[in-house]
């Protein structure tokens, strides 16, 4: 295999893989992949739900932290054998920017036809939970011979 070819069929397994999953950015893959990335900062902090429109019941929900993102993956015919809630969504919340990794928790969606996403702007400023929590106390060192 020539030089060439072999960096051809590097560059081909690399863009398959970025299609496959696995790769985030805000707002999604920029394909009909019913893949989202939602991105939460000081200035807009997200909640996110996902709401079943047959009985306009919020089946699921989360506040994203600031300084964090939510990955969701609705997965067409993966959910259970009940007709209510045939898909399945993939989640997971990492580091804001981080552009790849698992969606360890699912969770048994409807179809596409019947539910919706939506999302609201908790009150603003929020700040990073780094900055919320109390600060600690710093220990006091006593060094020998200086009287301190």
Known sequence: MSSRSR????ALLTCAAAVSGGCYWPGGP??????????????????????????DQ???TVDIPVGKELVVWFRADLG?????????????VF???QTSGSLPNNLP????S??????FVRPVPELPEDMTSPPTRQPVINLPGTGQ
Do not use: H, N
């Open 7 to 10: 960096a051809l069929t590097l």
């Open 30 to 55: 920029g394909y009909s992949a019913d893949r989202f990335t939602y991105e939460s900062t000081s200035f807009q902090p997200q909640t996110v739900s996902v709401i079943d429109t047959r009985t």
């Open 58 to 60: 919020t089946i699921w």
């Open 80 to 92: 259970t054998k009940d007709s209510s809630t045939p898909d399945r969504m993939d989640w997971a």
């Open 95 to 97: 580091p804001a920017g």
């Open 109 to 112: 969606v409807p179809p596409a």
């Open 114 to 119: 019947s539910r919706r996403i939506d999302t």
